[in-house]
Each structure stands twice: as C-alpha cells, then as structure tokens.
C-alpha cells in the first residue's frame, strides 16, 4: 500500500484563522459550554429557555408593532396638515366671496345694483295687521 502524501493545510488569510482561533471558538472557550453538556442535555432548564424565547418574540413583534404605529401616525399628520391648509385656503375664499363688494360684483351680471338707500324699519301697529 501506498501512503496518504496529501496534508491538508491551514490557510494564511487572516491573524485569526492562522492561529486556528475564531470567534465562536473563543466564546466557547470562554463559556466553557461542554461542562453543561457533560451529563446530557439539561431538560429541566427548558421552560426557562421557552419562556425567555417566547419573551424574546413579544418583545420583536412588540417592536415591529410600534414602528409600523409609528410610521402610521407620520403618515395621518402629513395629511392632517394638507386637509389644514386645504381649510384654511377654502375659508379665505369663501370670506373673500362674501364680502359686500364680491357679491355686487357677482350680481351685477344679473341685472341687480346695490342700492344706495339704507335700508329702514317698518313699523306695524298691533291691531293693523
């Protein structure tokens, strides 16, 4: 038989990979995470681990609920603010047609004059009527 003359080698890309240290690596060596595991798995701490993964979950939705809110309102204010001056620019108008000379002027197209007369109460008797 011949022998295996094929050596896998360590790649020289980065500081860390050639001195065969990753950061998972140096977590777990940190954490020393096989001393949990040395007796099997630890089952009687999963309703603690559900329960903090469940938490976990409300808190994300949580926040994905109150951005979209968010987000909602900025949208309702930028058209609060147009329906505003909408309003505003309809009331000028409208004041502005109002006025004694506009409707003169609009009338006078219909044959009516503004009478130059003031106007003057009549007065009825009580048993005249």
């Known amino acids: ?68 809110t968010v987000r909602k309102i900025n949208e309702m204010q930028a058209e609060v603010e147009d329906l505003r001056a909408d309003y505003t620019t309809l009331k000028a108008d409208l004041m502005f047609g109002s006025k004694q000379s506009e409707v003169a002027r609009k009338v006078s197209v219909y044959g009516l004059k503004e009478s130059l007369i003031p106007p003057y109460k009549i007065v009825v008797d009580k048993g005249e009527y």
């Open 1 to 68: 038989m011949s022998e295996n003359k094929f050596k896998v080698g360590v790649q020289q890309n980065s500081g860390a990979v050639s001195r065969g240290v990753s950061v998972f690596s140096g977590i777990e060596k940190h954490l020393k995470l096989e001393s949990y595991f040395e007796e099997g798995f630890p089952v009687q701490y999963l309703p603690k681990i559900f329960f903090v993964m469940i938490l976990g979950l409300i808190y994300i939705g949580n926040t994905h609920y109150a951005e979209k």
